[in-house]
């Protein structure tokens, strides 16, 4: 709690923007190391310019605000994340402006096994709202477990949201404002039935509010926290186009939706495809090819058919230690599982590396390995 509560009043220090003080941030270790080595911060950094050096000097205010959000979070049942935190993104964590500090409201796994977002315009047709309907009914039945990730917004990011909960999907509503509104207003029902099936997340505070920059902002956590994302209609202009391309920046997967050349919001998923920005796709099944979940999908359905396979064949048995632990808790991390299993970190890598060629696991972000049942 005292991390959080340093890294949150870090946060709203003036004189530098939240770049920077992620950079100060992983560079000194932690906000309270920060805040204890306020006034000698030049002799850790040697680099830290005076503007900055000074600006870290004052606490006072910050603290006080951090304070008042804390007793908020308690009264409102809102969770605190820094990236010291296990249930942060591990996703995010691979960003270079990732949030220190995001808030969270909500039962659903921020780091699911697959996560994709779904973005695009407010303006969304008839077309559009079909794709989206196909696409989530199809997907859950290649892909049971996908966590939808999306802005709460008019047109695509709503109706990305709600056939997520008719499908069973959890599904994340990112915000640009805090969390003691819900805007657009008109969403607040469906953003009930999230906290339950999903959650709200984002790294504003209370009272603060859906202003244009914000929005921006908030893209950068729905591209970041993602595996993919999934464009479905955009203007030539417009926040999907923003997100597809922060997410391509952060080497995750970018898939369109084309239309008729005709249609005014499809011109942003065909010159996004035309630029090789992002992979066309036309249904769940193109997605879950490319992102090689069909696999997955097949093998789950051989098992449910009363297949037989062995999934681990002609394994050694250091590999089948490895094995063993992600069948006891699956989605552990290479330290973690050097740990378990008392295998060297170097030669744990080895062997994993023998294990997905043999299809057996899969690596995920954050050095996470997955267990391919």
Known sequence: MEELFYAM???????????????????????????????????????????????????????????????????????GLTLMDDDYPRRLTECPDAPIVLYYRGNADLNQAKVISVVGTRQMTSYGGDLI????????????????????????????????????????????????????????DTAARMLSQGGLLTEFMSQTNADKPNFVRRNRIVAGMSDACIV????????????????????R?????????DMPYSAGCNNLIRDNVAALISCADDFARAMG???EAGRRHALADGIERNLFPDLTAEEQAIVA??????????????????????????????LEL????????GGMYHLLK
């Open 9 to 79: 009043a870090l946060t709203r220090i003036s004189n530098f923007n939240y770049a920077t003080a992620l950079e100060l941030y992983r560079t000194v270790g932690s906000a309270q190391m920060l805040y204890e080595h306020r006034n000698d911060i030049g002799d850790i950094l040697k680099d830290c310019s005076p503007r900055l050096q000074e600006a870290l000097k004052d606490w006072s205010e910050p603290m006080k605000r951090a304070e008042f959000e804390l007793r908020f979070m308690q009264e409102h049942q809102i969770r």
């Open 133 to 188: 309907r196909r696409f989530v009914g199809d997907l859950r039945q290649q892909c049971p477990q996908v966590l939808i990730v999306s802005g709460l917004a008019y047109g695509v990011d709503i109706c990305a949201h709600r056939h997520a909960l008719e499908n069973g999907y959890p599904t994340v509503g990112v915000l640009a404002h805090g969390l003691d509104q819900i805007y657009p207003y008109r969403h607040r």
């Open 232 to 251: 479905v209609e955009s203007a030539a202009k417009g926040g999907g186009l923003i997100t597809a391309e922060i997410a391509q920046s952060y080497d």
């Open 253 to 261: 997967h970018v898939f369109a939706f084309p239309g008729s050349v």
């Open 293 to 295: 979940w069909q696999q």
């Open 325 to 354: 632990q992600l069948q006891q808790a699956n989605d552990l991390q290479l330290s973690v599982l050097s740990v378990k299993t008392g295998i060297p970190i170097g030669q744990l890598s080895a062997l994993l590396f023998q």
């Open 358 to 365: 043999k299809g057996v696991v899969k690596p995920f972000a």
